[in-house]
């Protein structure tokens, strides 16, 4: 809502001391929060001033151009009193019209943004040119004449100071008006808060004398009285189309931000902007018959003013007459009963609408309008009478026209609910001291009727343009703001008894700072993701991964799901760094994927009550199933190549070494199974689980996924379900035994079959060993030369421990030799 | 050594001559001090105090003597050996020691040499942000929560007091998942944990509410220098007996003065939310100019709050009591408050950023330069 402060000082009678600073930090108080303060001349330096030409002499130049010698009446402002010499490039004026004058030493804003200009007596085309006639565009009042900018007759007398004139120094106030405030979409509410700010009284512009309705103006039938409680016409007949729209108007539109059009079209949206009230105007000779208000019928359709065609819903209110509807209400009016340059009979229509119907209407329309805004938001249903009266009172003023006898007045406003509250609420809620008379005095300041109940209790009816007001808690805020936010002491509540961070909480944090410790830096990427993520991924088409929760309104129709895998984040992000020169890059990130639940739709409930167990259950049944993963990447160079020797890159076993260590930060014994699943290499994919659980998979990328995200070849990566990784981690820990007798350290390599697994070998000789055994470890994995052809030796070191006593060498052999006869019985391993 | 002795005929053998003993003595302590490092005194200890030493000889000799002769020649010889045998070890510690100090310093390195191997690995400052946030409310006694961030239609509007014609539904522009009809969303703020909090927990005197719901949140937001379709809030909900605006003013600038510093509080102007009622915008004392709206100690105007002393932090209010209704808290007994604030936007602030989508591209010279912890 964009406000001239000329015309809020109309309707207000603000003291001469409140700066426009001090107003709009007093209504920013109040609750009309500040968006920007403009002024057309704020870049403007006088002198400016009105000139009347009095003699113009065309000079053709060589360049073909021809400039016009004026001399200009400026009355005193030059000092001298003499004409003033002055070059023109326009045409479009004559000896006799008044021009606004800039003269030397005056500043102009400049084209576009390309600096002030600065006027001086300067010497061109053989003249010296005094000072400059003005143009709108060079006064940075509009764009929209090439010429130059002839003032009427009466604008006043040449050397009259011009600023005022053409409004240069009136400052736009622009608020943004939250939904509650929505009377504040006019001058009638914006001024109504300065006078509440300021203490000073407040003229209603809206009081107007109406007289008694007759029905008269127009025949109107009105079918749904909740969509349209009320209804009001005027006619106005021998207008005159070709009047022009009287300046104060058509700048006040303009400043508001609106088009002027014509006078009768300006007038109805000056009122709006006054009053708040939409009004509608008819060529009253293109509407057939009685004017009705009725819900649309299924199939009907409308041309609306922007001449788009516009199919019905039997949910839309309409304005029709006999020939079908004319309009769509509250929202925009139709191009059969358009006003246009030939029309003399204007049938005027301010109408209160139900907000909710508005704002579904312009919603399934995708109608925004000014007359929109403000109906689905609510205005104050006592206004269709003043505003029809006063649209009439502005067409006969300028447009000539004759006010028809006749006003029809169709409904009633709807009753405003009667609000019982404590007097002392405002003050528990605010933690302000208010008295119960400050609260019965706001409340009463802010146009509410209040009737004191009894000592403690007052019933307050809240005013007719305040349709937000409804509870106790509404006028709360009304007598708070009145009082002052800033009045609002700072206090802490008492000392809750939390319980600290949960256990997942705890966990989250622990797996973040083991990752980063681990050398992994953190990222957090978007979740969208499209059928081109997944081919990116090389996931075959029938993948689960592949079935997502989709979104009915993308931003992007490449991604319209939400994603079950933090891998095609984690890969860009990999790419976008090793693209800005990385040289390698280890990344992760923790995040909620989901899944569909396919379990329906989720119920809508009352809100007067709460829903029950159960009916919260079908609730949280209706969500996708949303689990909590870790993925990481690692590409390029993992350990750098410096002094102490060469680097080396990323590859499957620098993320199984990530998977190890976090479940070894945990407390997770994790178990690795090799295993086959895109985006991974086939040969280098590690299966992940814990106690039969599968978390996920480790390993290196396949290089076509390397090649797809332009990471380097060998790039490797983790995906796993955290929650399960959680689930496992250990709760509390107990302190291990350990044993401090001496270590008994035994070495054994065995030879197996190349297709044996490691963890097939180390399992057999841990089971073979027994409880001696305290640890077991590969040191050397070796084929070649020494052994036959597809088999390989591995060599593990073992350490014995007893609790209690110093082993034997007879004990440890005994435990050795069983070891390997397991290995030997399980994977056919043969002692080197 | 004392074993029998064979090797010569006892009848010829005299005693060693006092001054023949004193000469190989003094020979033995000239060639110790003489000897410069642990090899050298290696080869004196073998020539002067060895099995062929001219001492050793001389102690051989002794148990051939005559018995007479014996006990003299032995103090003898037992005096000379045994001043020779402490220089040799006093010798040598001094030569260890000399050889262990030069060793260090031959070994001596540049450490001035990088040690970088492996590369620094560092937390995302959304994730350290949440948690300093979370961190400073979990010492006054409140709890975190959270929440699905795919989230029913009802729980992220209907219960929040906005109805499907709540003209504020429009402001909040929501992904909607398919189908539609669904009545399924990408939460749009935090604000349905506070709902699922006071449903699943309620109210007692002894149980009252004191949460902060950090979280992830999505909004149609075209992506740009201070939009996002994703982002980051916080929100807090307290609900007791006789809550009111002052304490929720003490909670903001107690959070204010632990995440800016001390000395930054807040600031409530008159707003609208649903959620709330009634309703304030909070501002920040501008931490960069500590509210002065100036630029240094000159005559410009501070760049981050554009010379007002405020910056815009967020919205907060008394907790609708139509919310408590929905959500089955008595509310003529209870009252609460609520607040709510983007976590980016705080950490714009408050590490000085320019442009938001830093915090989503994962270009790790960004992330790491905030470490893991915040
Ligand atoms: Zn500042």
């Known amino acids: 809502m964009k406000a001239p402060v000329s015309w809020i000082r109309e309707l207000v009678d603000l003291p001469a001391e409140v700066t426009t600073e001090v107003l709009t930090d007093r209504l920013t108080a109040l609750g009309l929060k500040l968006e920007g303060i403009h002024a057309a001349g704020a870049e403007i330096r006088g002198p400016l001033v009105i000139g009347e030409v009095l003699t113009m002499e065309p000079e053709p130049q060589k360049n073909g151009k021809t400039i016009n010698w004026c001399t200009v009446d400026v009355g005193d402002a030059n000092g001298t009193g003499e004409p003033q010499g002055i070059v023109c490039g326009a045409h479009n004026f004559a000896p006799g019209d008044l021009v606004v004058v800039i003269l030397p030493g005056g500043v102009l804003p400049g084209d576009q943004g390309s600096g002030a200009v600065e006027i001086s007596a300067r010497k061109t085309y053989g003249h010296v040119s005094a000072g400059m006639i003005c143009s709108v565009r060079e006064l940075g009042i509009g764009d929209d004449h090439d010429g130059i900018l002839v003032l009427p007759p009466d604008a006043g007398a040449p050397g009259d100071d011009a600023f005022g004139l053409l409004g240069l120094d009136d400052e736009v106030i622009e608020f943004e008006i939250n939904p509650d405030r929505a009377y504040a979409l006019s001058l009638r509410g914006v001024a109504r808060e300065a006078a509440l700010g300021f203490g000073v009284p407040f003229a209603d512009p809206a009081e107007r004398e109406l007289p008694e309705s007759d029905g008269k103006a127009w025949e109107v039938v009105v079918d749904d009285a909740i969509g349209c409680p009320v209804f009001a016409a005027r006619l106005v007949s021998g207008f005159d189309p070709a009047a022009p729209t009287p300046e104060f108007v058509k700048r006040r539109v303009e400043q508001a931000g609106m088009r002027s059009i014509s006078l009768a079209v300006d007038v109805t949206n000056y009122v709006m902007l006054e009053l708040g009230q939409p009004i509608h105007g008819y060529d009253a000779d293109k509407v057939a018959g009685a004017l009705g208000v009725r819900r649309a019928r299924e199939g009907e359709r409308l041309t609306t003013l922007d001449d788009t065609v516009r199919e019905l819903s039997i949910e839309d209110l309409v304005i029709t007459d006999d020939s079908g509807p004319i309009g769509l209400a509250g929202v925009m009016g139709g191009a059969t009963t358009e006003m246009s340059e030939t029309t003399t009979r204007i049938l005027i229509e301010a109408a209160h609408w139900d907000a909710v119907s508005m704002f579904r209407t312009g919603k399934r329309h995708k109608l925004t309008s000014e007359a929109g805004k403000r ?64 609260t019965v005095e706001s409340l009463r300041a802010i146009g509410a009727t209040v009737v004191e109940q009894d000592a403690d209790t007052i019933e307050v009816t809240p005013p007719t343009w305040r349709p937000d007001i409804n509870d106790p808690y509404d006028l709360v805020e009304e007598v708070v703001r009145i009082v002052g936010y800033d009045q609002v002491p700072s206090v802490l509540p008492r000392r809750a008894t939390g319980r600290g961070l949960t256990r997942t909480q705890r966990l989250r944090r622990r797996i973040g700072r083991t990752l980063a410790g681990a050398g ?82 989720a119920p809508i409930y009352g809100v007067h009550t709460r829903p029950s167990a159960a009916e919260l259950d079908k609730l949280v049944e209706a969500l996708p199933v949303q689990p909590q993963h870790v993925a990481v990447v690692l590409a390029g160079e993992r350990r750098r190549a410096g002094w102490w020797g060469p680097g080396t890159d990323a590859g499957w076993s620098d993320a199984l070494a990530v998977v190890r260590r976090l479940a070894a930060d945990l407390g997770v014994r994790v178990d690795v ?62 302190g291990p035994d350990f044993s401090t007798m001496p270590v008994a350290k035994e070495d054994v390599a065995l030879v197996v079959d190349a297709g044996v697994t490691v963890a097939a070998v180390e399992a057999a000789l841990r089971e073979g060993a027994g409880d001696l055994l305290e640890s077991i470890r590969l040191f050397d994995v070796y084929t070649g030369a020494q052994i036959e052809e597809g088999q390989k030796s591995l060599a593990f070191a073992l350490r014995f421990r007893a609790p209690d006593r110093t082993l034997t060498e007879a004990e440890t052999g005994a435990a050795r030799a069983a070891a390997v006869a397991r290995a030997a019985e399980l994977t056919g391993a043969v002692q080197r | ?14 005693a060693v001559s006092p001054a023949e003993l004193e000469a190989a003595r003094d020979a033995a302590l000239a060639a110790i001090a003489a000897a410069t490092d642990l090899e050298q005194l290696k080869a004196v200890r073998s020539d002067h105090a060895g099995d062929r030493s001219p001492l050793a000889l001389a102690n051989r000799e002794i148990g051939a003597l005559p018995p007479q002769a014996r006990k003299e020649a032995g103090q003898r010889v037992g005096q000379a050996r045994g001043a020779v045998s402490k220089a040799l070890a006093a010798r040598e510690e001094v030569l260890a020691a000399e050889h262990e100090a030069r060793i260090l310093v031959e070994e001596a390195v540049d450490v001035t040499l990088p040690t970088d191997e492996v590369p620094l690995g560092a937390r995302h400052p959304l994730t350290t942000g949440a948690e300093l946030i979370a961190d400073i409310f979990v010492a006054m006694g409140w709890e975190v929560a959270e929440g699905p961030v795919i989230e029913a239609e009802w729980l992220n509007f209907d219960a929040l007091n906005l109805g499907p014609d709540h003209p504020a539904r429009t402001m909040q522009d929501t992904f909607w998942t398919e189908p539609a009809e669904h009545h399924v969303v990408l939460r749009t703020h935090t604000s349905p944990v506070q709902a ?65 510093g001390e000395g930054i509080t807040t600031r409530f102007r008159p707003s609208y939310f649903p959620f709330t009622e009634p309703s304030a915008e909070v501002d920040l004392t501008c931490f960069v100019c500590r509210g002065t709206g100036l630029k240094g100690d000159g005559p410009d105007t501070c760049r981050t709050c554009r010379g007002e002393g405020w910056i815009e932090w967020g919205g907060c209010g008394i907790v609708n009591p139509r919310v408590l209704q929905a959500c089955g808290i008595d509310s003529e007994r209870y009252s609460g408050f609520a607040f709510g604030m983007g976590i980016d936007r705080t950490l714009m602030f408050r590490h000085g950023l320019e442009d938001l989508r830093t915090l989503f591209e994962g270009d790790v010279r960004f992330t790491t330069a905030f470490g893991s912890e915040l």
């Open chain 1, 375 to 438: 109906n689905e938001r609510g205005v104050d249903p006592l206004l269709p009478g003043a505003a029809a009266d006063r649209v009439v009172e502005l067409l006969v003023e300028y447009g000539g026209a004759t006010a028809e006898p006749g006003f029809t007045l169709v409904g009633v406003a709807p009753r405003r609910p009667v609000v019982t509250i404590a007097t002392d609420l405002p003050a528990r809620l605010s933690g302000i001291d208010i008295t119960a008379m400050t």
């Open chain 1, 520 to 601: 992994l830096v953190e990222v957090v990427s978007f979740p969208f993701v499209g059928e081109a993520t997944f081919d990116k991924l090389g996931l075959p088409a029938d993948d689960p991964l592949r079935v997502t929760v989709g979104l009915a309104n993308p931003l992007s129709s490449e991604e319209p799901a939400y994603t079950t895998t933090l891998l095609p984040g984690l890969l860009e992000a990999a790419s976008r760094n090793v693209g800005r020169g990385a040289p390698g890059v280890a990344l992760f990130e923790t995040g909620t994927v989901a899944f569909p639940a396919d379990n329906g739709p």
């Open chain 1, 673 to 734: 199974a090799s295993s086959s699943r895109m985006p991974w290499h086939p040969g280098r994919c590690a299966l992940i689980s814990v106690d039969g659980v599968q978390l996920g998979h480790a390993g290196e990328l396949h290089p076509s996924v390397c090649t797809a995200y332009g990471l380097p070849a060998r790039s490797a990566a983790v995906e796993l379900d955290l929650d399960a990784l959680m689930a496992a981690a250990a709760d509390v820990t107990l």
């Open chain 2, 1 to 14: 050594m004392s074993g029998p002795n064979s090797d010569y005929d006892p009848v010829e053998v005299a």
């Open chain 2, 196 to 260: 699922r909090t006071m449903l699943t927990r309620g109210v007692t005197e002894d149980a009252p509410i004191y949460v902060v719901c950090p979280g992830r949140v999505f909004r149609t937001d075209e992506y740009d220098a201070t939009h996002s379709p994703m982002f980051h809030q916080v929100e807090g909900l307290a609900i007791d007996e006789g809550i009111s605006m002052a304490h929720l003013k003490g909670t903001l600038d107690h959070f204010a003065g632990q995440m800016f």
